[in-house]
């Protein structure tokens, strides 16, 4: 069965302080996508990257960053140097090849303190 | 800009009465999906539509029911509703045929049932 956690219920960071958020998924399937969203305050999720279960290389764009590693079934978000505009709640998923729907974490709110 | 809307942001119903959640996506997408968020359980799937006229029950389908006579356009129904369907509502498109398609979001309904 599919699962994905984020252990993470709520983060805060004082601005331009580093922030990781952890998310570690379950799935039998050898192929296998990840995703992470972002819900700001007004309410739509908003895609932030999708990466792919052949595909570990990490990813970098602008201050956010994404760590894969099967090795521990983990697909962690990094973000540096945080701004308020950070503060949403983030959403870890994980979709399975032929499957139309998504399984979302529970997601971590992340505040980000002026 | 692509987009997906729901008919209402906030919407205030009593126990018992019909609801009708709306939402549209102007992207030409085969498939809709229906989820509820509730804190600390993140984003469940109702309902998804792979197809006009199409649906298939998602993880917690029970109470409600869904229409899509129209690609573009997948409705959410409660037949009679309860004070535990009091939720946020949220509306998602996205491309058929592969699973590593980014889901579109509406803003989302707020729900409350009296």
Known sequence: AQKVTQAQTEISVVEKEDVTLDCVYETRDTTYYLFWYKQPPSGELVFLIRRNSFD?????????????????????????????VDSAVYFCALSEAGANNLFFGTGTRLTVIP | ?????????????????????????????????????DPGLGLRLIYFSYDVKMKEKGDIPEGYS?????????????????????????????????????????????LTVL
């Open chain 1, 56 to 84: 570990e290389q990490n990813e970098i764009s602008g201050r956010y960053s994404w760590n894969f590693q099967k090795s521990t079934s983990s697909f962690n978000f990094t973000i540096t140097a945080s701004q308020v």
């Open chain 2, 1 to 37: 800009d692509v987009k997906v809307t729901q008919s209402s942001r906030y919407l205030v119903k009593r126990t018992g009465e019909k609801v009708f959640l709306e939402c549209v996506q102007d992207m030409d997408h085969e498939n809709m999906f229906w989820y509820r968020q």
């Open chain 2, 66 to 110: 869904v229409s899509r006579e129209k690609k573009e356009r997948f409705s959410l129904i409660l037949e009679s509703a309860s004070t535990n369907q009091t939720s946020m509502y949220l509306c998602a498109s996205t491309l058929g045929g592969e699973s590593y398609n980014e889901q579109f979001f509406g803003p989302g309904t707020r």
